[in-house]
């Protein structure tokens, strides 16, 4: 049991250093969701839709800052400042770095939900922003 689990520790810490695409972090968020819920039976498009488009109890949400519609330009609804589109169809350099992909998750996650996500809410959200056009 213990060699399983170094074993699926170190799977998703080369997969982590190796993504580059948003179907690699897909994959990774997949193994880290098996490893918080052993019943994970994947990622839902419909349930990522809803947790962009949700304020979670607080004055906002994703969709606050980085617009109603993923693939479109958002800006900050703090600082004004303009943000590049979400949706990778939009955006080819979204969710191809893995430094900058956990930056943005931890302080968008802390400011909107006042917590990490988990790794089936960023799955969610992914799994929805790659239906996007």
């Known amino acids: 049991m213990r060699f399983l689990l170094t074993a699926v520790l ?3 810490a080369t997969v982590s250093v190796q993504a580059e695409t948003p179907t690699d972090f897909q994959n990774l968020y997949a193994a880290q969701a098996k490893q918080e819920n052993p019943a994970f039976a994947g990622f839902s498009a419909e349930q990522g839709q809803r947790f962009y488009a949700n304020t ?3 004055e906002w949400g994703c ?3 980085h617009g109603r519609t993923p693939s ?3 800006q900050h609804t703090a600082t004004g400042k303009t943000i590049a589109p979400l949706a990778p ?3 080819a350099e979204r969710f191809t770095r893995p430094n900058k992909v956990e930056k943005w998750f931890k302080r968008n996650c802390n400011e ?3 917590r990490p996500c988990t790794a089936q809410e960023k799955g969610d959200l992914l799994a929805y922003l790659l239906t996007v056009r």
């Open 112 to 114: 909107v939900l006042d």
């Open 56 to 58: 979670h109890g607080k």
């Open 89 to 91: 169809a939009a955006n």
């Open 72 to 74: 479109a330009i958002g």
């Open 10 to 12: 170190l799977s998703v």
């Open 63 to 65: 969709a606050t800052c």
